[in-house]
């Protein structure tokens, strides 16, 4: 059975606490209830030795990597893994066709392919001959959405498991388990410093042990007796490592929830979501973007002064940059949440972007060309123009439309904000086009 560094023996007392603590076998495995429960079916293909191709996903520390190493402690196959860094095309198609060869005597092997997101697609191309002839089953463990990090054909043939971020509950009961088998010392710690370390974690166990380990190591010593005090916890915890990859789906999946908490004017979840990202380290400048889209697509005249204040405060962010930013941000994120809102102006464009693609790609009219040569004011560029400000009303009855979109209309505005004006003015507009036809 060939193995990569991954699956070192744990017992040396010399590694990190969080490796020697990863579970050997399903019943040392703590969380994952919905896969890993009694009668879920990940726990039923590992018990019975029949995995087939799947992909983990998740956040790390929440147990990919040592759910791959109890299927090839429980597994009859031959079980070989892979890393991006180190395995190339070459490498990757010399142990395929070998698995090909092994397959043909009634041998099976799997492939473990740890953060298979880092591999480009030719390397992912080489595994899927393979899996679709079953060659090998392969395991790909991922923090990023399989959706757009793994190639199509070779998401189809595999079956997706989601794993969670650990529930404070299961960290405690992780931590209590460390301290009773993970070190030689005896170690005395509260229970509220405990639930503090597991708060800290934010779901990732190898977080949680390594706090464990820190607060263990940098604690008061007695003989074989260590004591963990609040002094110790306070100076190793000074700030929560926030899940967040700025080109990864969190990114978007966050943006998402601070743009749809201001369309539905929920202040105070757009301000924490906003500090999600600042505090992730996310391009203010990104955000100062956004909310200058936002302005317009959810706001639009309902508050024109929405767009200037958003476009104010991307100036401020240039400017000055994160951290002296945040408050402008706040102020923007402040304004929108709680502007009336309205999509009129991005419902507009839509309409009308429908038009321009779909609908016969008809010439200008005439009356709305220029004419700054002869020869176009003989072709009658121009003839018959009506200039609005030559008229009372600042009206006219000119055609302005192409002859096919006659009678069109793109801009329906609401009741909010200074919109209700538009609505009034458009039917003002509208009635003194309708006064005009009856005369």
């Not at 020697?20 to 079916?41: A, D, N, V, W, Y």
């Not at 990090?149 to 404070?168: D, G, H, I, Q, W």
């Not at 697509?297 to 958003?310: C, F, Y």
């Not at 951290?323 to 941000?329: A, F, G, S």
Request: aromatic letters at 8%; charged letters at 30%.
């Amino acid at each position: 059975m060939k193995q990569g560094s991954i699956f070192e023996d744990d017992n040396d007392k010399t590694r990190p606490l969080a490796s020697r603590m990863r579970p050997q076998s399903l019943e040392e495995f703590i969380g994952q209830e919905h896969l890993l429960g009694k009668g879920k079916i990940l726990r039923e293909l590992i018990e019975s030795d029949q995995v087939s191709s799947m992909i983990f996903w998740g956040p790390p520390g929440v147990g990919k990597t040592t759910l791959a190493k109890i299927i090839a402690n429980k597994t009859k196959a031959e079980f070989i893994t892979f890393s991006a860094v180190r395995s190339g095309i070459k490498e990757i198609r010399k142990v395929m066709d070998d698995s090909e060869y092994n397959r043909q005597f009634g041998e099976k092997t799997i492939v473990f392919v740890d953060e298979i997101h880092r591999f480009n697609k030719a390397q992912q191309d080489a595994f899927l001959p393979y899996v679709e002839k079953g060659s090998i089953i392969m395991i790909g463990a991922t923090t990023e959405n399989p959706s757009f990090e793994v190639n199509s054909a070779l998401l189809s043939r595999s079956k997706v498991f989601v794993l969670n971020p650990l529930e404070t509950k299961d960290i405690v009961k992780l931590l209590k388990n460390a301290i009773q088998k993970g070190f030689t010392e005896e170690v005395e710690i509260s229970d509220d410093i405990l639930m503090t370390i597991s708060k800290f974690a934010n779901g990732d166990a190898r977080i949680a042990l390594n706090t464990l380990e820190m607060c263990v190591l940098n604690a008061e010593r007695d003989g074989k007796h260590v004591k963990v005090n609040e002094d110790v916890i306070k100076q190793l915890i000074t700030r929560k490592a926030l899940f967040y990859d700025k080109n990864g789906e969190e990114h978007y999946n966050i943006i998402s929830a601070l743009h749809k908490s201001m369309r539905n004017s929920d202040v105070h979840a757009a301000i924490y979501w906003l500090s999600r990202m600042l505090e992730s380290g996310e391009d203010p400048l990104y955000i100062a973007r956004r909310l200058v889209r936002f302005a317009s697509e959810d706001i639009g005249v309902a508050d024109s002064r929405a767009l200037e204040l958003s476009v104010s405060v991307f100036q401020a962010c240039q400017f000055l940059g994160m951290p002296e930013c945040d408050v402008h941000l706040t102020q923007a994120v402040i304004y929108l949440s709680l502007a009336p809102k309205s999509d009129s102006v991005y419902a507009a464009y839509k309409k009308a972007q429908k038009d321009a693609l779909h609908s016969v790609n008809e010439p200008v009219p005439l009356q709305l060309r220029n004419a700054p040569t002869q020869l176009m004011k003989d072709l009658e560029y121009g003839k018959e123009y009506q200039h609005a400000q030559d008229f009372k009303d600042k009206i006219t009855d000119m055609q302005s439309m192409p002859d096919s979109l006659i009678g069109r209309e793109y801009y329906h505005p609401s009741d909010q904000g200074s919109e209700k004006r538009f609505k009034d003015r458009l039917a003002s507009i509208k009635n003194w086009h309708s006064n005009r036809k009856k005369k």
